[in-house]
């Protein structure tokens, strides 16, 4: 495991840079959330982040995240946990009882098993679409042309708290038209939230409007 003391400096350079993009972007400091990535890290590691002040985690799967936050919470309880992996629909009432948001609302058979799962927890966690921006075959989410029709599935039909949009971007070429198209799809359907950006272009994300940036191995290190 990373040490603690790299930890924390780790979350401080990324702080930096976070600040010097809104700057650039001539956005409000506070414009952006950093989501610290703690997938496959220990619970150790998620309490020298909570240390050293980060309080928003993302988890890929949902038995990990049971393993590590639930104890945590008392002594934290302004944490914040982000399922951001893809979810399976056996497994999202197990996500509704745990996250406080869910980004990984990605086709309909989930939306339907999400919204189930909460008239029976009687909890509602935030919900972000992710969109398939570069519609590769081997990647989760909704396709980009049918965005607009699944978000009125999941608000009007089922009553979702959907309140955003999600994408990872392809790895090779410019990931900023397409951080562009999803800030500006988000901004049309009145969505404040835009989860864009990891370790390699939270950067460029911040520039094109992202309010939250994933971040992970900047922070914790080489996933094990």
Request: aromatic share 2%.
């Given at each position: 495991m990373t040490s603690p003391d790299d930890i924390a400096h780790n979350l401080a350079r990324i702080r930096a840079r976070i600040a010097e993009a809104t700057a650039r972007a001539n956005r409000p400091a506070k414009a952006v959330t950093l989501v610290a990535v703690s997938k496959t890290?220990?619970?150790?590691?998620?309490?020298?982040?909570?240390?050293?002040?980060?309080?928003v985690f993302g988890e890929n799967r949902v038995q990990e995240a049971a393993g590590k936050f639930p104890a945590l919470r008392p002594a934290w309880p302004a944490l914040r946990l982000h399922v951001i992996g893809a979810l399976q629909?056996?497994?999202?009432?197990?996500?509704?009882?745990?996250?406080?948001?869910?980004?990984?609302?990605?086709?309909?058979?989930?939306?339907?098993?999400?919204?189930?799962?909460m008239t029976k927890e009687g909890r509602r966690p935030d919900c972000l679409v992710q969109v398939n921006v570069g519609e590769e075959p081997q990647k989760a989410g909704i396709l980009p042309a049918e965005t607009d029709a699944f978000l009125r599935t999941c608000l009007e039909e089922l009553g979702l708290p959907v309140r955003g949009l999600m994408?990872?971007?392809?790895?090779?070429?410019?990931?900023?038209?397409?951080?562009d198209w999803l800030a500006a799809r988000a901004a049309q359907h009145g969505l404040p939230v835009v989860s864009?950006?990891?370790?390699?272009?939270?950067?460029?994300?911040?520039g094109c409007g992202a309010t939250h940036v994933r971040v992970g191995s900047a922070i914790f290190g080489a996933r094990a």
């Open positions: 890290h220990p619970a150790a590691a998620v309490e020298a982040a909570l240390a050293a002040g980060q309080l629909t056996n497994k999202a009432r197990d996500a509704v009882r745990l996250a406080d948001v869910i980004e990984s609302l990605d086709r309909p058979k989930l939306a339907h098993a999400l919204a189930e799962a994408c990872i971007p392809p790895a090779e070429g410019d990931p900023r038209p397409h951080f864009m950006g990891m370790s390699g272009d939270f950067e460029a994300a911040i």
